[in-house]
C-alpha cells in the first residue's frame, strides 16, 4: 500500500517432516532440521520496565526521537508498562497527545536481535476504538510488525511484515476504523515510494484478538482470530532476518476533538514464535495453552541461523522461568501415536506422569502428563520433564 509514513533510513525501528506431517504441520522449505531453530514464547510477566529480565532476554524499549509519528514527537520509556489487564500481564505501550507535537507521546517495544524470517508468530493484542481518557478522534496506529533495517533506498533485501497496524480512527486518508496487513519489498524515504502488498479489513478489532502470521514456502499468510485475511507472495516475500516490535504512535495531529490531553493504550497478552514450522491457528493457541499449563512464562532458543543445521537442538535457556503457581493440569486426550518401543523420547506422543525416557543418554521423568511436540524436548521444558 502507498502510504506515506516517515522512517528513520537504515534504523531497526524495527522437524523433521515426517514427525510434523502426523500432526498437520508443514514444514517451511530450505530446512532438513527445523527442530534445530528453536521457539519463542514470553508471557510478560515482568515487575516494571526496569525489570532486568528484559535486557537479558533481548527487549528494548525505545527512547530516541525519530520516526515513525509526529515530527517532534517524542518515544518515551515510561510509556511502557507492565500491568495487569483482564486478570492478564501484560506488556502495555502507551501514545498521549494534545494536539501538539511536544505534547505527542509514542511507545515502542521490540526483540531486537534480528533472528526471525520464516515460521509462525502469534500475538494476543487488545485493541483500543478509543482513547482510555481525554477526547476521541485521533489517528492512532496500534501495531504488532516484524522488519530489518533500509539499508538504503530502494533496498531489495529489506524486509518487513506488518502483522496488524490497526487505524480505529483511519489516517492516511482513509476513514476507520481500518486494519492493515502490508508484507513489503521495499521503499524510499523521500520523496516517498513504496513497493508492498497488502490487505485491509474495514471494521472495528477493539478488543483482545488473536493475531497471526506464517512464512513458508513462498506465501505470508496473516490471520486474525484464526480467519486468513491476506495471502501475500512473490518479491514481496522476505529476504533476511528481522526483530519482532510493538508499537503505538500517532500518524498525524489531525482528526481529534480539542481540549485535553488523549492517552491511548494498546496491551500485549504474550507473543509466540516457532521458526521454519507453519502452524495453524489452533496448533498454534494450543502451544501457547500448554506452555502456561506447564507454567512456562518465557523460553527462548530461536536461533539466528535460518538454514537451522541439523543436530541437537540449542541448550534451554537459562532464562525459562517456571510459574510460582501451580500449573493447570494440560490435556490428556491420547494422539493416533502409540508411545513408541524403547525409553527414547519422541513428539507427538502421549506421556504419563511418572513416565522415564531417555533424550541424548540422559534419562527423564515426566511430572505432568502431555503430548509432546517439537521443541517441547525434555532439556527444554523444566516444567514437563525432571531429570534423573
Same mark, same amino acid.
Given at each position: 500500500?502507498?502510504?506515506?509514513?516517515?522512517?528513520?533510513?537504515?534504523?531497526?525501528?524495527?522437524?523433521?517432516?515426517?514427525?510434523?506431517?502426523?500432526?498437520?504441520?508443514?514444514?517451511?522449505?530450505?530446512?532438513?532440521?527445523?527442530?534445530?531453530?528453536?521457539?519463542?514464547?514470553?508471557?510478560?510477566?515482568?515487575?516494571?520496565?526496569? /525489570? !532486568?529480565?528484559? $535486557?537479558?532476554?533481548?527487549? &528494548?524499549?525505545?527512547?530516541?526521537? +525519530? @520516526?515513525? %509519528?509526529?515530527? =517532534?514527537?517524542?518515544?518515551?520509556?515510561?510509556?511502557?508498562?507492565?500491568?495487569?489487564?483482564?486478570?492478564?500481564?501484560?506488556?502495555?505501550?502507551?501514545?498521549?497527545?494534545?494536539?501538539?507535537?511536544?505534547?505527542?507521546?509514542?511507545?515502542?517495544?521490540?526483540?531486537?536481535?534480528?533472528?526471525?524470517?520464516?515460521?509462525?508468530?502469534?500475538?494476543?493484542?487488545?485493541?483500543?476504538?478509543?482513547?482510555?481518557?481525554?477526547?476521541?478522534?485521533?489517528?492512532?496506529?496500534?501495531?504488532?510488525?516484524?522488519?530489518?533495517?533500509?539499508?538504503?533506498?530502494? /533496498? !531489495?533485501?529489506? $524486509?518487513?511484515?506488518?502483522? &496488524?497496524?490497526?487505524?480505529?480512527? +483511519? @489516517?492516511? %486518508?482513509?476513514? =476507520?476504523?481500518?486494519?492493515?496487513?502490508?508484507?513489503?519489498?521495499?521503499?524510499?524515504?523521500?520523496?516517498?515510494?513504496?513497493?508492498?502488498?497488502?490487505?485491509?479489513?474495514?471494521?472495528?478489532?477493539?478488543?483482545?484478538?488473536?493475531?497471526?502470521?506464517?512464512?513458508?514456502?513462498?506465501?505470508?499468510?496473516?490471520?486474525?482470530?484464526?480467519?486468513?485475511?491476506?495471502?501475500?507472495?512473490?518479491?514481496?516475500?522476505?529476504?533476511?532476518?528481522?526483530?519482532?516490535?510493538?508499537?503505538?504512535?500517532?500518524?498525524?495531529?489531525?482528526?481529534?476533538?480539542?481540549?485535553?490531553?488523549?492517552?491511548?493504550?494498546?496491551?500485549?497478552?504474550?507473543?509466540?514464535?516457532?521458526?521454519?514450522?507453519?502452524?495453524?491457528?489452533?496448533?498454534?493457541?494450543?502451544?501457547?495453552?500448554?506452555?502456561?499449563?506447564?507454567?512456562?512464562?518465557?523460553?527462548?532458543?530461536?536461533?539466528?541461523?535460518?538454514?537451522?543445521?541439523?543436530?541437537?537442538?540449542?541448550?534451554?535457556?537459562?532464562?525459562?522461568?517456571?510459574?510460582?503457581?501451580?500449573?493447570?493440569?494440560?490435556?490428556?486426550?491420547?494422539?493416533?501415536?502409540?508411545?513408541?518401543?524403547?525409553?527414547?523420547?519422541?513428539?507427538?506422543?502421549?506421556?504419563?506422569?511418572?513416565?522415564?525416557?531417555?533424550?541424548?543418554?540422559?534419562?527423564?521423568?515426566?511430572?505432568?502428563?502431555?503430548?509432546?511436540?517439537?521443541?517441547?524436548?525434555?532439556?527444554?521444558?523444566?516444567?514437563?520433564?525432571?531429570?534423573?
Amino acid at each position: 500500500m502507498g502510504r506515506k509514513r516517515t522512517v528513520m533510513l537504515g534504523a531497526t525501528v524495527a522437524t523433521t517432516a515426517g514427525a510434523l506431517a502426523a500432526f498437520g504441520i508443514a514444514s517451511a522449505p530450505s530446512s532438513s532440521a527445523a527442530t534445530a531453530c528453536g521457539t519463542l514464547f514470553d508471557d510478560f510477566s515482568y515487575s516494571s520496565r526496569t /525489570d !532486568p529480565a528484559l $535486557s537479558q532476554r533481548g527487549w &528494548s524499549i525505545r527512547g530516541q526521537a +525519530g @520516526g515513525p %509519528g509526529v515530527p =517532534g514527537a517524542s518515544w518515551r520509556a515510561d510509556n511502557v508498562a507492565f500491568p495487569t489487564v483482564d486478570g492478564q500481564k501484560v506488556v502495555q505501550l502507551t501514545a498521549r497527545t494534545d494536539g501538539t507535537a511536544a505534547g505527542t507521546s509514542h511507545a515502542e517495544f521490540s526483540l531486537s536481535n534480528r533472528r526471525f524470517l520464516e515460521g509462525t508468530y502469534l500475538a494476543r493484542i487488545k485493541f483500543a476504538d478509543a482513547p482510555a481518557s481525554g477526547p476521541d478522534g485521533d489517528h492512532v496506529n496500534q501495531t504488532f510488525y516484524t522488519i530489518s533495517p533500509l539499508a538504503a533506498p530502494m /533496498d !531489495p533485501t529489506y $524486509s518487513e511484515m506488518d502483522l &496488524s497496524e490497526y487505524l480505529p480512527n +483511519g @489516517g492516511w %486518508g482513509e476513514a =476507520g476504523p481500518i486494519n492493515y496487513q502490508t508484507t513489503w519489498y521495499t521503499y524510499v524515504p523521500e520523496p516517498w515510494y513504496a513497493d508492498n502488498q497488502h490487505s485491509q479489513q474495514a471494521r472495528s478489532i477493539a478488543g483482545w484478538h488473536d493475531v497471526m502470521a506464517t512464512v513458508g514456502g513462498g506465501h505470508v499468510k496473516y490471520y486474525i482470530d484464526g480467519a486468513l485475511v491476506g495471502d501475500h507472495s512473490g518479491k514481496v516475500y522476505p529476504r533476511q532476518n528481522m526483530s519482532i516490535d510493538f508499537n503505538q504512535w500517532l500518524i498525524d495531529l489531525e482528526g481529534r476533538a480539542a481540549g485535553g490531553t488523549s492517552v491511548w493504550q494498546e496491551s500485549v497478552d504474550y507473543v509466540f514464535h516457532a521458526k521454519k514450522q507453519i502452524l495453524t491457528p489452533s496448533q498454534a493457541t494450543a502451544a501457547v495453552a500448554a506452555y502456561r499449563s506447564a507454567g512456562t512464562t518465557h523460553t527462548d532458543n530461536v536461533v539466528a541461523a535460518s538454514d537451522c543445521s541439523a543436530g541437537e537442538p540449542p541448550a534451554p535457556p537459562a532464562t525459562t522461568t517456571p510459574a510460582t503457581t501451580s500449573p493447570t493440569r494440560p490435556s490428556t486426550t491420547a494422539p493416533t501415536t502409540a508411545p513408541p518401543a524403547g525409553t527414547q523420547w519422541a513428539p507427538n506422543v502421549a506421556y504419563a506422569q511418572g513416565q522415564v525416557v531417555t533424550y541424548s543418554g540422559v534419562r527423564y521423568q515426566c511430572r505432568i502428563p502431555h503430548t509432546s511436540l517439537v521443541t517441547w524436548e525434555p532439556p527444554n521444558v523444566e516444567a514437563l520433564w525432571q531429570r534423573l
